[in-house]
């Protein structure tokens, strides 16, 4: 018969002292939970549906939704509350929507809302909120195209390219950073992304618009557009204590991407595609690097991958230039 108490120790055949909670070693949790953000589901333990109660009304336990909790003490983060959403949604169950978004490292509204996909069979057709998941959309989609589970932070979300066009379904204004984001850092291709489009594609699929008028732009588009470029290098900015930045103002008769304010220092963006491959846009470049030097600017240049994947990196060079250039005056911006 187990006891009431919250914790207790047990001794082991080997004669060492082990804390348990109602007969199971803690340290079988936290290996558990330490695999789940902190989580953990009654089904992955060996505690009894009373037992479970009384852990949680007890305080080891902070509950989440029905049979899932997180450990006390752990933090809660988004990852966290996407974890236990999957886990008390089943069997099948996918983060999907904005939370794979989030998983797959495309910059999102944080905390964002938890989304999953729940398999049809076992639920209805529509999306809504269920008995059980607060705060959690689940989707019961009739499209079950590219639904093989993906693991990213150890979580079963959605595969890039189901997660994106998914995510034009129920925040359209997002998709064109998150395609941006994807095509900058490899996850996806155009190739891939235009394939996607071609088999998902029919009457009434959500999601499908928004994807498409993002790829155009991206297509055409060499470089990151303003709505990611600006955000990217303003959130580095902030993070990283640099001087302020001036967006698209005029040097030399030239718009550029940002001026480091009151400094000769400009920073332009290379895109993800053309810039450094294509010669002719390479020499371009270079031709209009060596006009703002003659003139007397200072002109780095990065690209938005290493902006958004490596922003300690570019900080450390623009602070050094800075601390070199930051008495030289400006010339003449005109």
Not at 9 to 20: D, K, W
Not at 202 to 226: F, Y
Not at 243 to 262: A, N, Q, T
Request: glycine share 8%; proline share 5%.
């Amino acid at each position: 018969m187990r006891d009431g108490n919250e914790v207790r120790n047990a001794v082991s055949c080997s004669g060492e002292s082990r804390p348990r909670v109602w007969g199971m070693k803690l340290d079988t949790l936290d290996r558990i939970a330490r695999r789940q953000h902190g989580v953990v589901a009654r089904h992955q333990t060996e505690l009894s549906s009373s037992s479970w109660q009384r852990a949680t009304t007890n305080g080891t336990f902070v509950p989440i939704h029905r049979n899932v909790a997180r450990l006390v003490g752990t933090a809660d983060t988004s990852r966290q509350r996407i974890a236990a959403a999957v886990l008390a949604a089943g069997d099948g169950a996918l983060a999907s929507h904005r939370s794979a978004a989030l998983l797959h490292g495309i910059p999102t509204v944080d905390p964002p809302p938890v989304d999953v996909i729940v398999p049809r069979t076992r639920m209805g057709d529509r999306t809504t909120y269920i008995r059980g998941l607060d705060g959690v959309v689940v989707h019961r989609p009739s499209d079950l195209m590219r639904l093989k589970p993906h693991r990213q932070d150890n979580i079963s979300c959605t595969s890039i390219l189901r997660t994106l066009l998914d995510l034009g379904a129920v925040a359209a204004d997002d998709v064109h950073g998150a395609v941006g984001h994807a095509l900058t850092n490899d996850l996806a291709s155009i190739a891939a992304i235009e394939t996607v489009l071609q088999q998902h594609a029919r009457r009434g699929r959500a999601g499908v618009t928004a994807l498409r008028s993002a790829l155009d732009d991206w297509a055409i588009d060499a470089k990151p557009a303003d709505s990611v470029l600006e955000p990217a290098m303003r959130r580095l900015v902030s993070a990283y204590g640099l001087p302020p930045i001036e967006f698209h103002p005029f040097v030399g008769g030239r718009e550029v991407d940002f001026r480091v304010v009151g400094t000769p220092i400009v920073i332009e963006c290379d895109g993800w595609r053309y810039h450094g491959r294509a010669r002719d846009q390479f020499e371009r470049d270079r031709d209009n690097d060596a006009e703002f030097a003659a003139h007397g600017w200072i002109v780095l240049r990065f690209t938005y991958r290493k902006i958004t994947t490596r922003p300690s990196d570019v900080a450390a060079h623009i602070r050094r230039a800075v601390e070199r250039w930051v008495d030289i005056p400006a010339p003449d911006a005109a």
